[in-house]
Every structure is written in structure tokens, then in C-alpha cells.
């Protein structure tokens, strides 16, 4: 599930923390939000793509959906 889809369920108070700290290590409760709301977390970080669209965001941006690679 991409980030536009999980974004949405996430409490306002953890949408703030993540524009703020956009890049930087999660915090366990939020990375258990974001797994728990659909969300992908690779050892503790956001995938850069969606740090991109974090970033749009707190931008004031309407994003895309962030372009995932293929799995493997």
C-alpha cells in the first residue's frame, strides 16, 4: 500500500511529527502507526520515495504517488 493510502489514517499529531523529522529515524510508536495502517518501514527509516512525498506535503503540494520498484 503506498503512502497515499495509509497517510490518511495516521492521528494528526503523527502526520506532524513526520513533516518536521521528514527523513529522519521514526519513532517506534509511529513506525508501529504506519505499519499498522497499511505502511512500509525499512529498518527504522521511510522509504525515500516517501520522504519525497512527505516532503511535498509540507510543501503545500498535491504529491503523486510515489513510484515504487518492482519487488524482487
Known amino acids: 500500500m503506498g503512502i497515499e493510502a ?6 494528526r499529531d503523527s502526520q506532524k ?13 509511529i513506525a508501529t ?3 499498522r495502517a497499511g505502511g512500509e518501514i ?9 520522504v ?9 503540494e498535491v504529491p503523486d504517488p510515489p513510484i515504487k520498484p518492482p519487488s524482487r
Open 6 to 11: 495509509w497517510w490518511p489514517m495516521l492521528r
Open 17 to 29: 511529527w513526520l513533516i518536521a523529522n521528514n527523513g529522519d529515524e521514526l519513532r517506534h510508536d
Open 33 to 35: 502507526e504506519i505499519v
Open 42 to 50: 525499512r529498518v527504522s527509516y521511510l522509504p525515500d520515495a516517501d
Open 52 to 60: 519525497d512525498w512527505v516532503e511535498a506535503v509540507a510543501n503545500g
